[in-house]
């Protein structure tokens, strides 16, 4: 199992409640990443009252035993841009003193803990009548055809203006 297909997916499931809307983009390359591990958006509002937000996420498969690390967070929060938000998903938990520094820094970082990926684990599996292994080929099924090689701030104009940018950007572009 690639990790940040599952990610994304339970990052869909936490973000994508209420009124908010988190749409699914796609998961970066390992050596051009730029920081990220997956790219996605969350739109806020309905018809023309609405916003959109890039979602950088990054997704770390860590020992449950251990607390993860504040500089990986940190790193992540430093490649954000104005008005993107952070996600970081972890098999690992948030120590104490991380948290306390995130809310006192006000990083806009959403923290989504081991347990919570387990518990939205059994419950899709729950909601497919699927086995574990079941649903983690599901979910790993798409990972070969979500890696893109784009800016993170590309899905912003995705279905808004009834423009998509090319499924796959040269790196030449990037520049």
């Known amino acids: 199992m690639r990790f940040e297909a599952l990610a994304d997916w339970v990052v869909a499931r936490v973000l994508g409640q209420g009124n908010a809307k988190y749409r699914q983009g796609w998961i970066t390359r390992r050596s051009a990443d730029g920081g990220a591990d997956f790219v996605g958006r969350l739109d806020i509002g309905s018809a023309f009252a609405t916003t959109r937000i890039v979602v950088f996420g990054q997704a770390k ?14 790193r992540t929060v430093a490649r954000l841009r104005r008005g993107w938000i952070g996600v ?3 098999t690992s938990f948030f120590s104490d003193p991380v948290q306390q520094e995130i809310i006192e820094d006000q990083y806009p970082i959403v923290l989504i803990h081991g347990k919570r990926v387990a518990e939205e684990v059994a419950i899709g599996m729950f909601e497919r009548g699927l086995s574990v292994q079941d649903f ?11 890696i893109l090689m784009r800016r993170p701030e590309e899905i912003l104009l995705e279905q808004v203006f009834g423009t998509t940018p090319s499924a796959r950007t040269k790196p030449e572009e990037l520049v």
Do not use: F
């Open 61 to 74: 498969c860590e020992s449950p035993r251990a607390p993860t690390n504040g500089n990986d967070i940190a």
């Open 88 to 90: 970081y998903v972890t």
């Open 136 to 146: 983690l080929k599901e979910i790993d099924k798409t990972y070969e055809t979500r």
